[in-house]
């Protein structure tokens, strides 16, 4: 069973920036896709950002180009997810997920992990 935990929420003041970590156990990492996906309050999970299985290429909701970069590291099964410039519209709480596809994707019912998410908050 593969198992997602995620890091580095918190609170940061619009225009700041966070590092989002998620480390993954129990699975082939490296030849999984990993992404992440949000949802704020009152509102559908949607799709922030994929990558594929060797980094090959990388897919990005329109809200956050230019603002979020997603990178993994398959020697430490972790999958990162910079974000800049951070606007109060960020706010919700972000989910890691792994589909065991190497390809990444923004459909929400390719990956097949989810992690509990972390929250984030960016004060306006």
């Known amino acids: 069973q593969v198992q997602l935990v995620e890091s580095g929420g918190g609170l940061v003041q619009a225009g700041g920036s966070l590092r989002l970590s998620c480390a993954a156990s129990?699975?082939?990492?490296?030849?999984?896709?990993m992404g992440w996906f949000r949802q704020a309050p009152g509102k559908e999970r949607e799709f922030v950002a994929s990558i594929n299985w060797n980094s090959a290429r990388t897919y990005y909701a329109d809200s956050v180009k230019g603002r979020f970069t997603i990178s993994r590291d398959n020697a430490k099964n972790t999958v990162y997810l910079r974000m800049s410039s951070l606007k109060a519209e960020d706010t919700a709480v972000y989910y890691c997920?792994?589909?065991?596809?190497?390809?990444?994707?923004?459909?929400?019912?390719?990956?097949?992990?989810w992690g509990q998410g972390t929250q984030v908050t960016a004060s306006s």
């Open positions: 129990g699975g082939t990492f490296s030849s999984y896709a």
């Open positions: 997920v792994a589909r065991r596809h190497g390809s990444g994707s923004r459909v929400t019912d390719d990956f097949e992990y």
